[in-house]
């Protein structure tokens, strides 16, 4: 250990304030902060004394994902090799995931680290962790085919736009992962929805699967079934995709057996990595609770009217579908853009959960309405925050005076 | 009116340069003032439209304000607003009508936006903040340059746009066919950006060009 110590102590002077590669500074000190304990404590004043810091939040929201990603990868190559029939084993779906999804990330971490060095460079302060979460959220909500080029420039402009503009880490306004995706979704809608990239069909020798294969999600065939009435045929073969025996039953839904972006298919596990942020006290369950309770509530009131096939769905399937689920656990919670007060939280996830499911219904253009839902109530959390503060002042001044 | 004995003013003295140079950078209406904005959100997918936009944009606002300049000590205060109002209303129906002629196909790009110049708080702006009070000839130099100062502006988001957005700058194409993404022969690399072609786009490419322009500008930064 001592010699890594040795190089972090031999290259400090020529990356320090004056020295003549100071443009490094925010690498150096980001990597030996990873490798060793920071030796600065805090000097002066009155301090909550806890160990947990912003580095230790951030890894325990990346171990909350892992479950999820890892299915994810076992799910791409499962898909990938379902789709030219071919018998395959779990490390040979791991392995085929692993490929696709390693450059992803990779590319994610670069491009988002390279805006991060650039402005913490900028701004002398050192790099922040924030990007540790974001960088594996964005991978986890592309879909696999995606070109590597589009998902770094949509890293770039989540990180310039989503937060560098607003002061960095915990200034940010919207969440920057999901800034990324929706920047991704209105850039390039072709590689970003329809029913070509969620599964790859490039075979081994870089050729191309016979046309006619349909890799759409549940959302996007059950967004076809709208406007063709109900009991038309070609509805009915979709609908029989989402009973009991169909791709796309419940069961398939719950764990993940379905294709989509990568990380968003398996409530079950998504679920998983969401208990143990409750249990950690990293996530608010607050958020968690009454987004699930706001989109039932829609999903059920769509249910009562059922117009279409896609409004008849079952509530609870209708939320294993899509991201709402991965939404809910690692979107919605994040805690910079979310609602800070306990009210706040409660109508904040409330009213993303409804709208996520009423836009993802009404229209069917935007299958992925948890999205932009969120986005919408990141912009309102610190106006949800100001009436919940000012009611509080009200009730309290009302207090005195009768006292 | 005035009792003070006037200086004979060169016509492009110091003073009046200023009238001309201020509206670029120090004092641009778009990034500085924040008028106009609707229009630089609206008519910004094509360079086309941008152009034409801000010729038009230029006529009215000069003729306005040298109009407004040369009535000022006719126009009863309380109506002025509605005397410039005739004044622009009658100007833009001027260009309607020779776009409509000289230019249909841009005239019909630019559909209401053509109409909606009479409400450009820049015109408006301009009229009330510099031509009641000023000389034909100085009224004339401030309506350049604020139209220069907008044009620049509402050209510059044009350009961004119509190239990452469509690829081509003046209906010409720019990015070589063959570089696009052809999913069928599984062929190219590049793909336009559609969030260019949506006016939200417009707005952040304002507001990025307003952030180099306070890095570079120091003094626009307010005290806080």
């Known amino acids: 250990m001592k010699f890594v110590q040795n190089i972090f102590d031999q290259t400090r002077p020529l990356v320090e304030k004056d020295g003549k590669r100071n443009i490094f500074y925010p690498l150096h000190n980001a990597i030996e902060t990873m490798a060793f304990v920071p030796d600065h404590t805090a000097h002066s004043g009155a301090h909550v004394r806890d160990a947990i810091d912003l580095k230790r939040t951030m890894v325990t929201v990346i171990f909350a994902m892992v479950p999820a990603l890892l299915f994810g990868m076992w799910n791409i190559g499962r898909l990938h090799f379902g789709a030219f029939g071919e018998e395959s084993t779990l490390i040979d779906n791991v392995i085929f995931g692993a490929m696709k999804l390693l450059p992803l990330i990779i590319v994610t971490y670069a491009a988002g680290l390279g805006v991060e060095i650039y402005f913490s460079w900028k701004r002398n302060h050192p790099v922040n962790e924030g990007f540790l979460v974001s960088g594996l959220l964005i991978p986890m909500i592309m879909p696999v085919d995606i070109p590597l080029w589009m998902v770094a420039v949509s890293t770039i402009f989540a990180v310039l736009i989503g937060k560098e503009v607003f002061g960095g880490t915990g200034m940010n306004l919207l969440n920057p992962a999901l800034t990324a995706r929706a920047f991704a979704f209105f850039a390039y809608p072709t590689w970003m929805s329809g029913d070509k990239v969620w599964i790859n069909t490039t075979s081994a020798d870089g ?9 759409a999600t549940a959302l996007g065939d059950l967004a076809t079934t709208v406007g063709q009435g109900l009991g038309n045929p070609s509805t009915e073969t979709v609908m029989a995709q989402f009973g009991p025996e169909g791709t796309y039953s419940l069961m398939n839904a719950f764990l993940g057996l379905i294709p989509g972006s990568i990380g968003e298919t398996s409530a079950a596990l998504i679920l998983l990595g969401g208990l143990f942020l409750v249990f950690k006290g990293v996530g608010s369950w607050r958020i968690m609770v009454s987004f699930f309770i706001g989109g039932f509530v829609m999903a059920a009131i769509f249910n009562a009217f059922a117009v279409n096939e896609f409004m008849g769905l079952n509530p609870l399937h209708q939320l294993m579908l899509g991201g709402f689920m991965f939404g809910m656990v690692f979107m919605a919670t994040d805690p910079v853009s979310a609602a800070q007060t306990t009210t706040g939280k409660l109508i904040y996830g409330f009213l993303a959960g409804f709208f996520g499911i009423m836009i993802r219904v009404f229209n069917p253009a935007y299958p992925e309405g948890i999205m932009l839902a969120i ?6 959390a610190p106006l949800i925050d100001h009436y919940v503060v000012e009611a509080n002042v009200k009730r309290r001044a009302k207090r005195l005076a009768n006292a | 009116m005035s009792t003070e004995v006037k200086t004979k003013e060169s016509l492009f003295s110091k003073k009046n340069q200023q009238l001309l140079k201020d509206p670029f950078n120090d004092n641009n209406p778009i990034t500085v003032q924040v008028l106009g ?3 630089a959100l609206a008519i910004t997918v094509k360079l086309e439209p941008a152009i034409v936009m801000s010729l038009s944009v230029m006529f009215v606002l000069a003729a306005g304000n040298v109009i407004i300049s040369l009535i000022r000590n006719l126009i009863p205060n309380r109506i002025r607003i509605i005397v410039q109002l005739v004044v622009v209303a009658s100007l833009v129906i001027l260009v309607d009508q020779f776009l409509k002629a000289f230019a249909y196909d841009v005239s019909k790009q630019l559909s209401v936006f053509v109409g909606l110049i009479i409400t450009n708080c820049i015109i408006m702006g301009r009229f009330e903040a510099f031509a009641l009070g000023n000389g034909p000839w100085k009224a004339f130099l401030d309506g350049i340059g604020n139209s220069i ?12 746009r119509e190239l990452l957005g469509s690829g081509q700058l003046l209906g010409a194409q720019i990015i070589p066919l063959s570089w696009y993404i052809d999913m069928d022969k599984g062929t190219g690399f590049y793909a336009n950006n559609g969030f260019f072609l949506f006016p939200p786009m417009a707005l952040i490419v304002v507001g990025m060009i307003i952030w180099a322009q306070r890095a570079k500008n120091t003094k626009l930064i307010e005290e806080n």
Do not use: E, R, T
């Open chain 1, 207 to 215: 050729g191309q699967l016979v046309d006619g294969y349909s890799g």
């Open chain 1, 375 to 380: 986005l919408f109530m990141n912009v309102m």
């Open chain 2, 37 to 39: 904005i609707c229009s």
């Open chain 2, 149 to 160: 100062g907008y044009g620049v502006i509402l050209i510059a988001v044009a350009f961004v």
